[in-house]
């Protein structure tokens, strides 16, 4: 699902990054995740999940949950059609 060609192009037409697609997918597929998680599951380097998060955070893709370590949650796709 991570690599799903029809996918990503499908996000990337409202408006996501290659990685902020893959972050976003790994949510949806996974659940919660640490920063940690998703760095290890799309092979995007640990420094830069920080800055795919915030960015998805601000378009509304995410939700940030105020846990420690922080975790991160995928809105469901069907709440970000509405």
Same mark, same amino acid.
Do not use: R, W
């Given at each position: 699902?991570?690599?799903?060609?029809? =996918?990503? !192009?499908?996000?990337?037409?409202?408006?996501?990054?290659? @990685? #902020?697609?893959?972050?976003? %997918?790994?949510?949806?597929?996974?659940?919660?995740?640490?920063?940690?998680? =998703?760095? !290890?599951?799309?092979?995007?380097?640990?420094?830069?999940? @920080? #800055?795919?998060?915030?960015? %998805?955070?601000?378009?509304?893709?995410?939700?940030?949950?105020?846990?420690?370590?922080?975790?991160?949650?995928?809105?469901?796709?069907?709440?970000?059609?509405?």
């Amino acid at each position: 699902m991570l690599s799903n060609p029809e =996918i990503i !192009n499908a996000l990337s037409q409202l408006g996501l990054t290659n @990685y #902020e697609s893959k972050v976003y %997918l790994s949510l949806v597929s996974e659940g919660i995740c640490t920063a940690k998680d =998703i760095s !290890n599951i799309c092979g995007i380097p640990y420094g830069k999940v @920080y #800055e795919v998060i915030n960015s %998805l955070a601000a378009k509304g893709f995410i939700n940030v949950l105020p846990t420690k370590p922080m975790k991160y949650k995928a809105i469901h796709p069907k709440e970000l059609i509405k």
